[in-house]
């Protein structure tokens, strides 16, 4: 079975901070996908980055980066220097090569204070 | 249009009143999900379709649930007899493969029974 945690319920920061955001995921299977979205109040998923299980190279893209480490399954995404328009629910989620039906963590609600 | 469509935005019912749920993918997208977003929680898978195949459906909560996609492009989700339970955000994503490339998404159809 697969599943995605995302501890973090709401996380409250004021803008320029950096924020962290916390995915732990759990999968029987070698090959497999991980993912970030944000969704802001308008409703649909953005799609942020994807991740497959053979790639454990950090990657950054402007403020965003994202700490992808299969020793203790977890795929963290970190915004530096916070912008109000940051401000959303970030979903993980994880596919894999045994199970196409992708799972989702339950979201960490992002408020960016000016 | 060029993002996934979703008809319409919001949705009231009363309680044993039929729904149908309309999702316009992206143009040339073979693989189209459904999912159901209960408030403050991450989308639940509900059904996958390879064009106009449903390859699964094991996330459908009840039989009054039903989604077709007849032509391969436009999909249906339809809700017979409608509970209260059944209140949520119902999203469509779209994408030409899976499961290793991102999802794009609808901003969802707000189901609220009374």
């Known amino acids: 079975a697969q599943k995605v945690t995302q501890a973090q319920t709401e996380i409250s920061v004021v803008e320029k901070e950096d924020v962290t955001l916390d995915c732990v995921y759990e999968?029987?299977?070698?090959?497999?996908?991980l993912f970030w979205y944000k969704q802001p109040p308008s409703g649909e998923l953005v799609f942020l980055i994807r991740?497959?299980?053979?790639?454990?190279q950090n990657e950054i893209s402007g403020r965003y980066s994202w700490n992808f480490q299969k020793s203790t399954s977890s795929f963290n995404f970190t915004i530096t220097a916070s912008q109000v328009v940051d401000s959303a629910v970030y979903f993980c989620a994880l596919t894999s090569e045994g199970s196409y039906i992708p799972t989702f963590g339950r979201g960490t609600s992002l408020i960016v204070h000016p | 249009g060029a993002g996934v469509s979703q008809s319409p935005r919001y949705k009231v019912a009363k309680r044993g009143q039929d729904v149908a749920l309309r999702c316009d993918p992206i143009s040339g997208h073979v693989s189209l999900f459904w999912y159901q977003q209960a408030l403050g929680q991450g989308p639940e898978f509900l059904t996958y379709?390879?064009?106009?195949?449903?390859?699964?459906k094991s996330g459908l909560p009840s039989d009054r649930f039903f989604a077709e996609r007849p032509e391969g492009s436009v999909s249906t989700l339809k809700i017979q007899r409608t509970q209260q339970e059944d209140s949520a955000v119902y999203l469509c994503?779209?994408?030409?493969?899976?499961?290793?490339?991102?999802?794009?998404f609808g901003q969802g159809t707000r189901l609220t029974v009374v």
């Open positions: 991740r497959n299980s053979f790639d454990e």
């Open positions: 994503a779209s994408s030409n493969a899976y499961p290793n490339t991102e999802a794009f």
């Open positions: 999968t029987r299977d070698t090959t497999y996908y």
């Open positions: 379709f390879q064009n106009e195949a449903q390859l699964d």
